[in-house]
């Protein structure tokens, strides 16, 4: 790892941790990290992505690849064991935090808080863990370059969007470093805030007028995002009962899943007694979860890298059939970055993404929780659950334009630096960064040398579908 645990300071001790920071500029200059040479020995990146195949669901395998398939910006999500392998081989800074380990821009957006209120933050936890918190911005600056490429942005525009993501981050770990440490613990962005930084930008009036609309739209729209709205999608009525509707392979009722790829949760009264166990991991005494009732699951394909773990979709029933609610039970393998770093503290991988995604986020789902189940082919499996729907908005990367991209690189870099700023060393990470630009130009020009090996990567993974060493399936 590079961290000499010995010689960190007390966490009291505010002038020591800035010392210690600015120290890890000696082991590690900010400009070393503007460079990506792969190793002449670097993997195979087809070899990794069939090695995660082997433990996923086979018949939803092809639609992984398929969804990988779309572009060079759907592989990089799909793509996280590789950029973990990649990154691995790098020096780093020593200096830990708290990783979500996916960080790309995909994966940042809008929900709503137990108190109903629209926040932006991180969205996606799956591979949490305690890693080198330049991990995080390395794949969340990367994804930006990838994704102005896609959109056909130029080389300019790209790299102020790339820059605009770290100096996001910089300066909002340096707000962090200097305040008071409640401060630090309750910030978050407020959703409605969004639009004030649009004006802030002083833009030409049609461009506010046009980015401002994007933004609003989609606010607007994230909060029709619940579950009410949920079930006038996925559930219908089969003689007077509410059941998920089947759109396979995507969405499969419980009963027309073939037996090897279930949970234990053959029967109504086994899936009562899971959803008792994982009530024991929710937070609080007495909780709304209670006063409903468990309907109807099916399995349901979600994301792109998730693509063949199992994730179903719980309905449950309140007050009568006008009071639904939707959860999502998704199964939670070790984290990718745990072939290369110590190994999560907890042994339940439900309860590692979990915790990882409490202590980075600025509010959570009420429903978070977790819970282990025996499979009919005899493998335990863990899942953690959430809400499927409670107020989800993603901005959109096909709909995205320069100035538009800019702001919210500097937003997702922002969020980022907050949720870090939680579980590390704040003060020592805003040391290592300093005051200058100097680490924004080097993980702007580190985007660009990576997206270039995203594309190589890509292309031997459209090269292997082609000659069959990979399936992919046919999506319309």
Same mark, same amino acid.
């Given at each position: ?108 957006? /809008?929900? +709503?808080?137990? *108190? =109903? ?9 799956? &591979? $949490?863990?305690? @890693? ?33 993501? /770290?100096? +996001?981050?910089? *300066? =909002? ?9 409640? &401060? $630090?613990?309750? @910030? ?289």
């Amino acid at each position: 790892m590079g961290k000499d645990a010995s010689a960190e300071p007390s966490q009291n001790d505010f002038a020591a941790r800035a010392a210690y920071g600015r120290a890890a500029r000696e082991r590690l200059p900010r400009s070393a990290h503007a460079t990506w040479d792969p190793p002449a020995d670097r993997t195979d990146p087809v070899s990794l992505l069939e090695l995660q195949a082997e433990t996923r669901v086979p018949e939803l395998v092809p639609i992984r690849h398929a969804r990988m398939m779309a572009s060079a910006l759907s592989f990089y999500r799909g793509a996280a064991l590789l950029m973990a392998s990649d990154l691995a081989t790098m020096p780093n800074t020593g200096l830990i935090a708290q990783l979500c380990g996916d960080a790309h821009l995909s994966n940042f957006g /809008v929900f +709503g808080t137990p *108190e =109903r209120r629209l926040i932006f933050d991180i969205n996606d936890f799956d &591979e $949490t863990l305690p @890693g080198p918190w330049e991990w995080d911005v390395k794949r969340l600056v990367a994804s930006f370059e990838i994704a102005g490429r896609h959109r056909g942005f130029s080389d300019g525009e790209r790299d102020r969007i790339n820059r605009s993501v /770290v100096q +996001g981050y910089r *300066e =909002r770990m340096a707000v962090a470093a200097e305040s008071r440490v409640l &401060e $630090t613990w309750y @910030g978050r962005i407020d959703a409605d805030d969004l639009s004030a930084r649009v004006k802030a930008q002083q833009l030409p009036r049609q461009l506010e007028k046009d980015v401002s609309k994007r933004m609003d739209r989609l606010l607007a729209k994230a909060r029709t995002h619940d579950s009410l709205r949920g079930a006038r999608k996925l559930v219908t009525k089969v003689d007077g009962r509410m059941r998920i509707e089947a759109l396979p392979p995507l969405i499969v009722p419980l009963e027309d899943v073939r037996p090897a790829d279930r949970t234990e949760a053959e029967s109504e009264e086994t899936v009562r007694a899971l959803l008792r166990g994982y009530r024991t991991t929710l937070v609080g005494d007495r909780h709304p979860i209670d006063e409903y009732d468990y309907v109807h699951m099916a399995r349901k394909v979600v994301g792109v890298g998730s693509v063949g773990t199992r994730a179903w979709v719980l309905l449950l029933r309140g007050r009568d059939d006008d009071d639904p609610l939707l959860l999502q039970a998704k199964q939670a393998e070790a984290s990718v970055l745990e072939r290369f770093l110590p190994p999560s503290e907890y042994a339940h991988h439900g309860e590692r993404v979990v915790r990882g995604q409490r202590l980075m986020q600025a509010a959570s789902d009420m429903f978070l929780g977790w819970q282990r189940a025996d499979g009919d082919d005899g493998v335990v499996r863990d899942y953690y659950l959430r809400q499927l729907h409670d107020w989800k908005g993603d901005f959109t990367v096909e709909e995205m334009i320069p100035k538009g991209a800019e702001i919210y690189a500097a937003v997702c870099g922002e969020t980022l630096a907050r949720a870090h700023a939680r579980s590390g060393d704040r003060v020592a990470i805003a040391a290592y960064l300093g005051d200058s630009d100097r680490f924004d130009r080097a993980l702007a020009s580190f985007a660009v040398a990576y997206a270039d090996q995203n594309d190589r990567d890509y292309a031997a993974f459209t090269d292997a579908v082609a000659s069959g060493r990979l399936e992919a399936a046919q999506i319309d």
